[in-house]
């Protein structure tokens, strides 16, 4: 996967076709767009459509349609991750072939059953970020005899990276530059902490990448100086820096931003139309009102 350094700044703006873009899609991608203008860069639009269930083609038009309206201009042709899914398999059989990943079946109900039978006497069960009980790793450490014996057995699975193993073979401390999260432009040295997510999913046997190896490999794959995207995905850059590490891909700068936040203080979801950039629209609201709301410039 030979990758070059670009000489100019890109950002990208990467959205998934699930939904309706809300406004908190309108901050990321203008940030995205005047932070690449400001710095002489390149604004790349993305469309992370690997999830065929939930992804539709028209909600890829109303995204194309959202940032036209807001006055954004982006490079073509568009990448589409429906597209490139033989270069995340090659990424995740590069990982395979260091033997860094393993097939996984437990259900979720079979993982909250461990996770309560280790609670039930006493012992503390560790959670990722998001509060999430990191998974058990049962068939970690299976042969490769076992694995194919896994594989053929038709249970669904998932491939999941032996974070320990990983660790190790990365060797040293990760870091990542830093921009935002209250910092004031400068660039500041954030510790990594990959082992908080235990043995995260990679690919699953009905989606053929997970969002962190899908986008570490088209962040590489697309020259990607720059990424500037929400708070709530800060924790995840440690997962990404690991797998830059053990990939050989160039680091990104990163810049995560606050979030736009609902009446009832959470994050906006594309359930909820009423902040959705097309209401906005559809309400007589002028591109510019939606800027200066995103931006506190009223």
């Known amino acids: 996967m030979p990758i070059s350094r670009p000489e100019q700044p890109v950002f990208r703006f ?31 639009l993305r469309i992370e459509d690997i999830d065929r269930t939930r992804c539709r083609p028209e909600f890829e038009e109303a995204i194309f349609e959202d940032l036209a309206w807001l006055g954004l201009d982006w490079e073509e042709p568009v990448r589409r991750q429906s597209e490139h899914l033989g270069v995340y398999a090659a990424a995740l059989e590069r990982l395979n072939a260091m033997g860094l990943v393993y097939p996984a079946v437990m259900t979720r109900g079979e993982i909250r059953a461990a996770v309560a039978a280790a609670e039930a006497k006493g012992q503390a069960w560790p959670r990722d970020p998001d509060g999430t009980p990191l998974y058990p790793g049962r068939e970690r450490g299976f042969t ?11 249970r669904p699975y998932a491939w999941r990276l032996d974070m ?34 235990g043995d995260v999913i990679l690919s699953r046997s009905d989606a053929p990448s ?24 800060y924790h995840a850059t440690s997962v990404h820096r690991l797998l830059q ?7 990104p700068v990163y810049h995560h931003h606050r979030l736009v936040l609902g009446p009832d203080g959470r994050k906006l ?7 959705g950039i097309a209401s906005f629209r559809a309400s007589g ?11 506190g410039e009223r």
């Open 210 to 233: 997970s969002y962190h190896l899908s986008v570490v490999v088209d962040d590489a794959l697309q020259g990607i100086t720059h990424v500037v995207r929400g708070r709530d995905l």
């Open 164 to 197: 320990g193993e990983a660790l190790r073979r990365a060797g040293g401390p990760l870091t990542w530059r830093e921009t935002g999260s209250n910092q004031s432009g400068e660039a500041a040295s954030v510790g990594a902490d990959p082992a908080a997510w």
């Open 144 to 154: 490769p005899d076992e694995q194919a014996a896994l594989l053929a057995s038709g």
């Open 269 to 275: 979801s594309k359930s909820n139309s009423d902040t």
């Open 14 to 44: 990467a959205p998934s076709p699930n939904g309706l873009l809300h406004l908190g899609h309108a901050l990321s991608a203008i940030l995205n767009h005047d932070m690449a203008e400001a710095m002489g860069g390149r604004f790349l």
């Open 245 to 251: 590490s053990l990939l050989g891909l160039p680091q």
């Open 285 to 295: 609201h002028r591109p510019a009102d939606v800027r200066a709301m995103v931006l």
